[in-house]
C-alpha cells in the first residue's frame, strides 16, 4: 500500500519540488500587489488630485473583480487546466503591474482591476491544485502557502514608503518592484504546463447546487467572507486610523505592514498542528476573539499600538488559514473543493468589496473611527459562530449540519 509521505520529504523527485515551489511563489503573488498600496494614498492621492472616494476604490476594485471572477475560475480550469489558468494569471499580473505604474489615474484604476482578476483565478485555483496534489497534508500545505502570502505583504507594506522616499523614486517606482513576484511565479509554472489536462479533473459539471444546499459550505462561506471583510477593511484604513491618533504617514505604514506580517505567523504554528486537529473548532473561536481583542485594544489603548496590530494581524491571519484549509478539509473531492472555493471566494470577496466603502461612509458618518472599529469586533464575534459550525470535525459540505 501506497503511504503518503510527509511534505518536508517528498521523494517524487524534482517536479515535486518545483510545483510546491510554483504553489508558494504564486501564493506571494495573492495580496501584496493590493495591500501596498494602501500606505501610499496620501502619495496618489496628492499626486493624481484624487478625492478620498475614488483613492478608496483603489482598494474595493480588485475585491469587486475577485468577487467576479471567483465562480467562473473553477470552470476556466476544467476547461483550459488550472496550472494554465495561473500561468496565464501571473502573466496578466504582471502586465497589470507595469500598466499601473505608468503614472495615469487611468492606468491605475484599470490595471488595478485587472490585477484583482488575475489574483482572483490563482486565489481559487491554489486550494484545488493543494487538494489534488497534498490529499493528506492539505492543511500543512495550506498553512504553508498563506505564510508566504501574508510574509510577502507584510514585508512589501513595511518598506514601500521608504521606497517611494528615495532619492530618485516615487510611489510608481514602489508599486512597480512588484512585478519581480509574478514573473518568478510564471517561470516556475512554465515546466509543470504540460500534460496539465482538465486542472480539477475532467469531470462533467461542478455541481454547484449541491454545495449551495449545503449548511457547512455557507457555514465555510461565511466564515471566510466575514475574515477578508475585517482584513480588507484592516488593510484599507488602519494607516488612516493609526495617523488618526498621532503616527507619522511612515509609522503608520510600517504598523500596517506588521499587521499583515503578523498574520505569517499562523502560517507557521498550524503547519504541524492542522492535519492533526480534526476538530477546529475551538481554534475556529479564538482566532477572531484575538482580532477582536486587539481590535477593542486600538480604541481604548492606542498608545499600545504594535500590541494591538500584533493581535489583529494573527487573529485574523489564523481565520484566513482555517478558511481556506475548511475549503480542502470539507471537501470529498478536487473537483467538490473546487466549487466550494468558488462559492466561498466568490461570496467571501463580494463582502470584502463592501468593506473598504462602508467603513470610509460610517467614518464620514460618525467622524470618528470609533464606529467602524465596533463594527469589525461585531464581524469578528459572528465569525467565531459560524466557526463552530465550519470547524466541525469530518463532516464533509455534503453531510448535514
Not at 510564471?186 to 449541491?210: C, E, S, Y
Not at 484592516?234 to 507619522?248: D, F, M, T, V
Request: glycine share 8%; with cysteine.
Amino acid at each position: 500500500m501506497n503511504q503518503p509521505l510527509p511534505i518536508y520529504r517528498l521523494r517524487a523527485g524534482e517536479t515535486k519540488v518545483l510545483l510546491l515551489a510554483a504553489v508558494l511563489v504564486t501564493a506571494m503573488c495573492l495580496r501584496a500587489p493590493i495591500t501596498a498600496i494602501a500606505p501610499l494614498f496620501e502619495y496618489i492621492q496628492s499626486d493624481l488630485r484624487l478625492s478620498t472616494t475614488s483613492i478608496g476604490l483603489l482598494t474595493t476594485l480588485p475585491l469587486i473583480a475577485f468577487a467576479v471572477a471567483a465562480p467562473v475560475s473553477a470552470r476556466l480550469s476544467l476547461r483550459y487546466g488550472a496550472r494554465r489558468c495561473i500561468f496565464a494569471a501571473l502573466l496578466l499580473l504582471a502586465i497589470s503591474i507595469v500598466i499601473r505604474s505608468t503614472g495615469s489615474a487611468f492606468a491605475l484604476f484599470a490595471a488595478t482591476l485587472l490585477i484583482g482578476l488575475a489574483i482572483a483565478v490563482a486565489n481559487v485555483l491554489l486550494p484545488s491544485i493543494i487538494k489534488r496534489e497534498y490529499p493528506n497534508n492539505v492543511g500543512p500545505v495550506t498553512a504553508m502557502y498563506v505564510l508566504c502570502m501574508t510574509a510577502a505583504a507584510g514585508i512589501y507594506s513595511i518598506f514601500v514608503v521608504p521606497l517611494a522616499q528615495l532619492s530618485g523614486w516615487n510611489w510608481q517606482s514602489a508599486l512597480l518592484i512588484a512585478v519581480v513576484l509574478p514573473v518568478a511565479g510564471a517561470i516556475l509554472w512554465l515546466p509543470k504546463l504540460g500534460g496539465d489536462g482538465a486542472g480539477v479533473q475532467k469531470a462533467p459539471a461542478i455541481r454547484d447546487t449541491a454545495i449551495w444546499k449545503s449548511a457547512i459550505a455557507w457555514a465555510v462561506t461565511l466564515y471566510f467572507g466575514l475574515n477578508v471583510f475585517a482584513h480588507y477593511a484592516a488593510i484599507a484604513w488602519l494607516p488612516a486610523i493609526l495617523k488618526n491618533s498621532g503616527h507619522s504617514l511612515a509609522q503608520a505604514g510600517a504598523l500596517h505592514g506588521w499587521m499583515q506580517f503578523a498574520a505569517a505567523i499562523p502560517g507557521l504554528a498550524l503547519m504541524p498542528l492542522l492535519h492533526r486537529l480534526k476538530d477546529q473548532r475551538l481554534l475556529a473561536v479564538l482566532a477572531p476573539a484575538l482580532a477582536a481583542a486587539g481590535l477593542v485594544g486600538l480604541l481604548v489603548s492606542p498608545q499600545w499600538s504594535l500590541v494591538w496590530v500584533l493581535a489583529i494581524g494573527i487573529g485574523l491571519g489564523a481565520s484566513f488559514v482555517l478558511g481556506l484549509a475548511f475549503i480542502g478539509l470539507r471537501s470529498s473531492s478536487t473537483e467538490q473543493a473546487a466549487s466550494l472555493s468558488g462559492m466561498t471566494q466568490g461570496i467571501g470577496y463580494l463582502l470584502a468589496a463592501l468593506a473598504p466603502i462602508s467603513i470610509a461612509y460610517l467614518h464620514t458618518l460618525a467622524q470618528s473611527w470609533t464606529p467602524p472599529l465596533m463594527v469589525l469586533v461585531f464581524v469578528c464575534v459572528a465569525m467565531g459562530a459560524f466557526g463552530l459550525v465550519a470547524g466541525r470535525p469530518n463532516k464533509p459540505v455534503d453531510a448535514a449540519a
